[in-house]
């Protein structure tokens, strides 16, 4: 199988697939944090540091995570990252799918539900990421950082993302955000999640998808 290319495309090709894909995978990004939000088992590093904000600011869970994007966004300026439309779109539906989701999910009251909250807020998390990166819309703000990180320094985006996550799940964690089993369970799952989803949902123009085959 060829590689998957994710090099972002003008929203003027193919809008009509890849346009809902994007909303969709950016829909259910919210949600499935909100399921790993009321399972209180544990929360992936960027999701630590938004807790500890919302926990601290008083605003909305939501809230924070758009101006958390909005900091981020400004990190793209030295590393001469530009952002596309799926960058804007990720602030405002992501940060909006997950207050409706924590105002329409009840917390679980025993810990087998909040099992399975977590994880199939882990799974639906790796298949929305997959979804929204496959539109090849432009990266969402924490994915162009570490993008462009790593190609303005040369290491390797593997590198660069254990890096940033764990200074950010540190600074989570210090303000008062929420590690456990979950956290775990994310960074070691998500990954690989997203890399096996990639090739069901990723949008390929007629010429790549010849080339392709």
Request: proline share 7%; glycine share 12%; net charge positive.
């Amino acid at each position: 199988m060829a590689p998957t290319n994710l090099t972002p495309v003008p929203l003027r090709v193919s809008p009509g697939r890849r346009l809902p894909q994007l909303f969709l995978g950016l829909a259910l990004y919210g949600f499935s944090t909100g399921l790993q939000i009321e399972a209180a088992l544990g929360l992936s590093p960027w999701d630590v540091l938004h807790e500890a904000l919302h926990k601290l600011s008083g605003l909305s869970f939501g809230t924070v995570t758009a101006l958390t994007s909005l900091l981020v966004l400004l990190c793209w300026i030295p590393i001469k990252q530009r952002p596309g439309f799926g960058t804007v779109a990720n602030v405002l539906i992501v940060s909006a799918s997950i207050d409706l989701t924590l105002a329409a999910l009840p917390t679980p009251d025993n810990l087998v539900t909040r099992g399975l909250f977590l994880v199939a807020g882990v799974v639906l998390n790796g298949l929305a990421t997959a979804a929204y990166i496959g539109a090849r819309l432009g990266p969402g703000p924490r994915d162009g950082l570490m993008t462009g990180i790593a190609g303005r320094t040369g290491f390797a985006i593997r590198w660069v993302r254990t890096a940033i996550e764990v200074v950010v799940l540190a600074a989570g964690w210090l303000l008062g955000g929420t590690v456990g089993l979950g956290t775990a369970l994310y960074a070691l799952a998500i990954g690989p999640l997203a890399q096996a989803f990639l090739p069901l949902v990723s949008w390929r123009p007629r010429a790549e998808a010849e080339i392709g085959h």
